[in-house]
């Protein structure tokens, strides 16, 4: 089997569960800066091909969004795909080092949290979940 072909399929795969989830891919710098200059409540998520974090951190996206509060944007940047987009969309993760797969939540552009990939590897997706919904609670707006 070509490795460059299967990469391909993950990193396919990948975007399509963040498609299905509702969440709109940055892929360059300019998208990045337009995305993040709505006011309101932004999730960022950091996709990944990682295999343990990732495979937590994509099912923990869609199912903590199904929630009485919710960011008013959802999107996401792809760690080792779209370079570009994800050195600009770290430049607003003032404090945080490069973490990936993980998830920011901005407001107006602004960091207001973070969860990294630490808090994600080795967990269960319903943990992540929970930790993005306590975020929700502190930040977000019923929907």
Known sequence: MNFNFFMNDVVEQARKDMDEAGYTHLRSPEEVEEAFAKEGTTLVM???VCGCAGGIARPAAAHA???DKRPDHLVTVFAGQDKEATAKARDYFEGYPP?????ALLKDGKILTMVERHEIEGHEPVQVINKLQQAFDQYCDEV
């Open 99 to 103: 973490s990936s797969p993980s998830f």
């Open 46 to 48: 950091i996709n990944s």
């Open 65 to 67: 969004v199904h929630y």
